[in-house]
């Protein structure tokens, strides 16, 4: 079980620093391991933006 597919989640990185992701099923987001970023997923698709995601340092 997971958010999006899980051959996708291997290639996908954070736009912002190309770190890896961990998924937050409870939230359906991806959440940036080095910033803390959280990238929105919505209908199994990341939206990997920084003006859509949320938390992160600048917060
Ligand atoms: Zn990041």
Redesign the pocket.
């Known amino acids: 079980m997971s958010l999006i597919d899980p051959q996708l989640a291997a290639i996908l990185?954070?736009?912002?620093?190309?770190?890896d992701?961990t998924e937050d099923e409870a939230a359906s987001r991806l959440v940036?391991?080095?910033?803390?970023?959280r990238y929105p997923v919505r209908d199994g698709i990341p939206v990997m933006l920084v003006d859509e995601a949320d938390g992160?340092p600048d917060e």
């Open positions: 990185v954070c736009p912002v620093d190309k770190a992701l940036c391991t080095q910033c803390g970023r992160g």
